[in-house]
Structure formats: C-alpha cells, structure tokens
C-alpha cells in the first residue's frame, strides 16, 4: 500500500516500482483519493454466545488494539445506548472540540452504532464486523476499511442442553 502520492508522474512511478517489485504477480492496482486526515475511531460487532450481539466503538487505527479504549453496548441500541456509546470511551473528548479544535460530526458517528445494531440483530450469521479506521471530521465521517465476516449458523440458546 502506498500512501500520500500527488501528481499522477509519483502514481506512474509507484506502479512502476511495484511492477517491478512483483513481477507477474500484479493484476492491476486500486487508486483513490487519500482521505483527509481526522480522530481515527473504530466501530464494529461481535456475537457473544451468551450475551448476543454487541456494539463496540472507540479509538481506532494503529492504536485501536495497544491502547483498548471503546465501549460496548448490547444490540438493539436505543438512542440513549448510542450516545452513551460514542461518549464512554476516553477518547471522547477529541470528539467534541479537544482543547478549541472543531468538534467532529457527531450526528454522522452516531449512525455507525444506529446501522450496526439492526444489522447485528437481523443477522445471526453475521460473527463479526470491524470498521477500522473510522475518521472523523468536522465535516464528515468516512469508513476507509470494513471487514464483516459471516458464519453459517442458527440461533440457539447456550443454556439449552443438547444430545451431542
């Protein structure tokens, strides 16, 4: 992944040193526009066998696993659960205009839980979904990566026993 190329010569150059680098292995490359920068946050779903589907939000990029800062809430999330969710983790405070900076759009980041939560409901397949790196901005909020993984699976209860 190269990052931060301007000017389409320094994107020619890199797919050239890429083509170079792998060569016979390339079946073509992927250019978009580099997102502007933001609070990078992380949102997401896990299925707990006991508890059921949880919503997670919090600090996301490189610092998402080392510094463990989200909150989780049981689906479905009510709106008091959202806000509730965006505001618990430490990193709240970036959010809401740290030290003068302009506040991130909130109203955006609260549809992040407000969408993962019925689709964690409706879809007991669905094991997992990570969106990380989430960036928040004054003006907007933008997903620049979303791994949702799917398990074919029936809900059961946990505590129902069962012949083997």
Known sequence: MLLDLSGERRVREAYRDLANRFPGLMTG??????????????AGV???????PLVLFG????????????AARLAPLT?????????????????FGYRGSDPADVRGLEQLPARLSPMACDLPQLTDADLNPVVARPDGVTVL???IRLT?????DPYLRRLR
């Not at 250019?31 to 992380?42: D, H, I, K, N």
């Not at 709106?79 to 959010?95: K, N, S, V, Y």
Request: hydrophobic share 45%; with cysteine; glycine share 8%.
């Open 59 to 70: 600090l996301g990029g490189t610092a998402a696993e080392g510094l463990a800062d989200h």
């Open 79 to 95: 709106d008091h659960d959202i806000h509730d969710l965006i505001t618990a983790p430490r990193c709240a405070a970036l959010l």
């Open 152 to 156: 074919a699976r029936r809900r059961h």
């Open 29 to 42: 490359v992927l250019v978009q526009p580099m997102a502007r920068r933001g609070t990078e946050l992380f």
């Open 46 to 52: 896990v299925q707990d066998a006991v508890f059921g």
């Open 145 to 147: 990566d979303a791994r």
